[in-house]
């Protein structure tokens, strides 16, 4: 498993969010209310959809796309304030549990599919790629979903992107080993151990996480690797006007409990 060279960006450089029985493991851990892990917690939730709602749309009615929308928590809360959502993911069972909350959220369209590759349709008001996410894809396939994003997005649209920082991302390749028992957990229904391996890459500026879950009963062992790109503000700022966005701006007032991320704002043109 490569994490050297041309290579790191190659392969399953991420954890598999699409496989269903990992995507069913994983909703469990988008709605549990203990910690911000795979979703944030509700409370967080709700404060940044008032935020999005109020400061930044003026509470008038919007389009909206979420891109890696998970269990749709945003999209849901948006729709409800009357803004039409269409929300892309690839994990099913996360989908699964979006279009099962409708008509609750009745203005909302769930799309199972790999943002990498689906269409975004639109025009959008507005398009969101939060929680660090687009830090985990690869500079060629960032470049063309940002490419894209702006693609979908009307005269006036705007894309707002919550990105990973510099210090987050090294702190997270320079953490310690650790090592964990469990009966079952997010890596299997099973007894298993895991123990995870964290590596700073200091010439890519690349975090590289290897999961190694070994079966308790069976001995048998597979590996998962998370690889997280750092970008500074400068290199952020020339990948969205690359794109085709205007000049983007970081957002001191979006409600986040953790400095290891920041929200950036690109309007259009």
Same mark, same amino acid.
Request: charged content about 25%.
């Given at each position: 498993?490569?994490?050297?060279? =041309?290579?790191?960006?190659?392969?399953?450089?991420?954890?598999?969010?699409?496989? #269903?029985?990992?995507?069913? /493991?994983?909703?469990?851990? +988008?709605?549990?209310?203990? +910690?911000?892990?795979?979703?944030?917690?509700?409370?967080?939730?709700?404060?940044?959809?008032?935020?999005?709602?109020?400061?930044?749309?003026?509470?008038?009615? *919007?389009? @909206?796309?979420?891109?890696?929308?998970?269990?749709?928590?945003?999209?849901?809360?948006?729709?409800?304030?009357? +803004?039409?959502?269409?929300?892309?993911?690839? !994990?099913?069972?996360?989908?699964?549990?979006?279009?099962?909350?409708?008509?609750?959220?009745?203005?909302?369209?769930?799309?199972?599919?790999?943002?990498?590759?689906? %269409?975004?349709?639109?025009?959008?008001?507005?398009?969101?790629?939060?929680?660090?996410?687009?830090?985990?894809? *690869? #500079?060629? %396939?960032?470049?063309?979903?940002?490419?894209?994003?702006?693609?979908?997005?009307?005269? %006036?649209?705007?894309?707002?992107?919550?990105?990973?920082?510099?210090?987050?991302?090294?702190?997270?390749?320079?953490?310690?080993?650790?090592?964990?028992?469990?009966?079952?957990?997010?890596?299997?229904?099973? #007894? +298993?151990?895991? /123990?995870?391996?964290?590596?700073?890459?200091?010439?890519?500026?690349?975090?590289?996480?290897?999961?190694?879950?070994?079966?308790?009963?069976? !001995?048998? *062992?597979?590996?998962?690797?998370?690889?997280? =790109?750092?970008?500074?503000?400068?290199?952020?700022?020339?990948?969205?006007? %690359?794109?085709?966005?205007?000049?983007?701006?970081?957002?001191?007032?979006?409600?986040?409990?953790?400095?290891?991320?920041?929200?950036? @704002?690109? #309007?259009?043109?």
């Amino acid at each position: 498993m490569a994490t050297d060279g =041309q290579d790191i960006w190659s392969g399953a450089y991420k954890i598999p969010w699409d496989e #269903p029985g990992f995507s069913r /493991r994983m909703l469990a851990e +988008h709605l549990s209310q203990d +910690h911000d892990m795979a979703s944030r917690r509700l409370a967080w939730i709700d404060a940044q959809v008032a935020w999005i709602h109020g400061r930044l749309l003026a509470a008038r009615p *919007s389009r @909206i796309l979420d891109l890696g929308c998970g269990p749709g928590l945003y999209c849901h809360r948006l729709a409800k304030l009357g +803004h039409r959502c269409r929300g892309i993911d690839f !994990g099913p069972a996360s989908i699964e549990y979006a279009r099962g909350r409708l008509p609750e959220a009745a203005a909302c369209e769930f799309v199972l599919g790999d943002i990498r590759h689906v %269409e975004f349709g639109g025009p959008y008001d507005l398009v969101m790629l939060l929680f660090g996410e687009m830090n985990v894809f *690869s #500079p060629a %396939e960032v470049r063309d979903i940002l490419r894209r994003a702006r693609a979908g997005c009307g005269a %006036e649209g705007r894309l707002i992107v919550e990105v990973s920082t510099p210090d987050g991302v090294k702190a997270l390749g320079g953490a310690e080993a650790s090592e964990y028992e469990c009966v079952s957990g997010l890596f299997s229904d099973r #007894p +298993h151990r895991c /123990r995870t391996e964290n590596r700073w890459l200091a010439d890519r500026h690349v975090a590289v996480q290897t999961f190694t879950i070994t079966e308790t009963g069976s !001995g048998r *062992s597979r590996v998962y690797r998370s690889t997280t =790109q750092a970008r500074s503000d400068v290199e952020l700022v020339d990948l969205l006007t %690359e794109a085709g966005f205007a000049t983007a701006s970081r957002c001191e007032t979006w409600p986040v409990d953790t400095d290891a991320l920041s929200l950036w @704002i690109a #309007p259009a043109g």
